[in-house]
């Protein structure tokens, strides 16, 4: 079992910045790959973002790249997403989640077994 608490989300103006964070408990965090999510009203959840275990390796979504930088301290427990020239439509709640099944890929809500419960982030123009 794992347990999610994301936390660090709130309302910035366009060119912004956020730092979203978090914190896992249970099994141990240096074992599995962790993922963020979004989903705007009336849209479905998608990929963001996903790191390792062991942080070696990271993923971005299109929409992300250059601006999002996802990151880990396993020491912590803890899985962070920096957000930066942050646009309007990235509002959306933001979930975290970990990937235990060692799917290989990051992309798909699928592959996650275990998520947050999301903090949202609204980007006024």
């Known amino acids: 079992q794992v347990q999610l608490v994301e936390s660090g989300g709130g309302l910035v103006q366009a060119g912004g910045s956020l730092r979203l964070s978090c914190a896992a408990s249970?099994?141990?965090?240096?074992?599995?790959?962790m993922g963020w999510f979004r989903q705007a009203p009336g849209k479905e959840r998608e990929f963001v973002a996903a790191?390792?275990?062991?942080?070696?390796?990271?993923y971005y979504a299109d929409s992300v790249k250059g601006r999002f930088t996802i990151s880990r301290d396993n020491a912590k427990n803890t899985v962070y997403l920096q957000m930066n020239s942050l646009k309007p439509e990235d509002t959306a709640v933001y979930y975290c989640?970990?990937?235990?099944?060692?799917?290989?890929?990051?992309?798909?809500?699928?592959?996650?077994?275990?998520w947050g419960q999301g903090t949202q982030v609204t980007v006024s123009s």
């Open positions: 249970g099994r141990t965090f240096s074992s599995y790959a």
């Open positions: 790191i390792s275990w062991s942080g070696g390796n990271t």
């Open positions: 989640a970990a990937n235990t099944m060692y799917s290989g890929s990051y992309y798909y809500t699928y592959e996650y077994d275990y």
